[in-house]
Structures are given as C-alpha cells and as structure tokens.
T-cell receptor, first 114, second 114 residues
Framework: DAGITQSPRHKVTETGTPVTLRCHQT?????MYWYRQDPGHGLRLIHY???????DKGEVSDGYSVSRSKTEDFLLTLESATSSQTSVYFC?????????????FGEGSRLTVL | AQSVTQPDIHITVSEGASLELRCNYS??????LFWYVQSPGQGLQLLLK??????LVQGIKGFEAEFKRSQSSFNLRKPSVHWSDAAEYFC????????????FGKGTRLSVIA
C-alpha cells in the first residue's frame, strides 16, 4: 500500500462543467502521474509531476490541466468536460525520490460526462 | 521514444495449462521492464520487474518473465494457470532515469476456462 487516495471515486457531470480529481499521497513520493484507461487503448498518460510545481504533459494532455502546489496532492482538472473524457482515471506514484519507473496505482476515479 | 507492443488482445487458456503472454519493446538503451496485472474493477498491481542482472525474473503469484535483448522481448509465463489469474495484463517499459515516465502496452486480456 503506497498510501494513495483518489477522490472522488465516482462522478457524473454534464458537458461543459469543470471537474477536478484529486490524488493524495502520504509518503512524500516525488513522482506522481495521471492516467486514463479506456477499452482498447490501455493506459494513456495525461500529465505527470516530478516535484512541487514541476509538471509535464503526457500523450493525451489536451483538455486537461494539473497542479501540484504541495508534495502530497496532485490535482487533475478538466476545465470544460466533454463526453470524450468519460473514462476511468488512475493516479500513480513512483516510490521514493528516484525515477525507477515502478508504479503504484490508486483505485481509480470513474468519470461520466453526459 | 519508447514503445511497447502486446500482440495478443485476448487469450483463453484452460485451468492448469501453461501460459505465455508476449511483450515486445522498442528502446535505444537498456530498458527497465515491468508487468502489471489488473483484476476486474481494480487498479493495477505490479507483478514483476526487470532492472538489470539475471534475465529471468520471478514475480508474485507464481509468474516469471524472461528478458531477451536480442529479440527485444519480455514475455510473461506461468506453468499452471489458476482461475483467479483471469485479468488484464500490461507490459511497460521505462528509462529508469531522468523524468521519463513508463510507456504501457495496450494490454492482453486473459480468460481462464475450466
């Protein structure tokens, strides 16, 4: 257990509304990630962070923004949700301070955009 | 850039039969390689990893994988499959340094029949 908590776990929203998903960790890990998972596409990286205020884009970053103002929280924001953003979102961390690539995942947040 | 190919989208095996899931990667240097498993409705769990050294690595739940540099492969094996092994399996490759995140394959879904 890497001490990762995602919230909310389930959310239904309407097209055009803003949505923020939160990933919280309690063990001072440096690297945090947001992935989305869709049938037939596997896991796709949205954004990642390698420290406070240090973030970078993944392969599917359009329509998403992130913030990491403190070590323990990595927020994913959909400024104006679209139906194509209906998905399961997973937060992950790499244990410790180095980038071994090893990941521990949260339990996922299921987002439905109507 | 790194990439991962899992050629088999879906595999069905009989309980007690042996299993091999294929993974081919593309990476210019020595890769860090991983297999993750996702049971239905769950997040991903690390099965095993290869960083360096012995090319045959043992993981949890009786799984093993072999790194073959000449074939750019990291296939996952299990000698005798149990019904509880039914899940989706993801191969991933990482650089193991810098800030570059893991790249995942699209996954192989394993079904187990009696």
């Amino acid at each position: 257990d890497a001490g990762i908590t995602q919230s909310p776990r389930h959310k239904v929203t309407e097209t055009g509304t803003p949505v923020t998903l939160r990933c919280h960790q309690t063990e001072n890990h440096r690297y945090m990630y947001w992935y989305r998972q869709d049938p037939g596409h596997g896991l796709r990286l949205i954004h990642y962070s390698y420290g406070v205020k240090d973030t970078d884009k993944g392969e599917v970053s359009d329509g998403y923004s992130v913030s990491r103002s403190k070590t323990e929280d990595f927020l994913l924001t959909l400024e104006s949700a679209t139906s194509s953003q209906t998905s399961v979102y997973f937060c992950a961390i790499t244990p410790g301070q180095g980038n071994t690539g090893e990941l521990f995942f949260g339990e996922g947040s299921r987002l439905t955009v109507l | 850039a790194q990439s991962v190919t899992q050629p088999d989208i879906h595999i069905t095996v009989s309980e007690g039969a042996s299993l091999e899931l294929r993974c081919n990667y593309s990476y210019g240097a020595t890769p860090y390689l991983f297999w993750y498993v996702q049971s239905p409705g769950q997040g991903l769990q690390l099965l095993l990893k290869y960083f360096s050294g012995d090319t045959l690595v043992q993981g949890i739940k009786g799984f093993e994988a072999e790194f073959k540099r000449s074939q750019s492969s990291f296939n996952l094996r299990k000698p005798s499959v149990h019904w509880s092994d039914a899940a989706e399996y993801f191969c991933a490759v990482g650089a193991g340094s810098g800030n570059t995140p893991l790249v995942f394959g699209k996954g192989t879904r394993l079904s187990v029949i009696a």
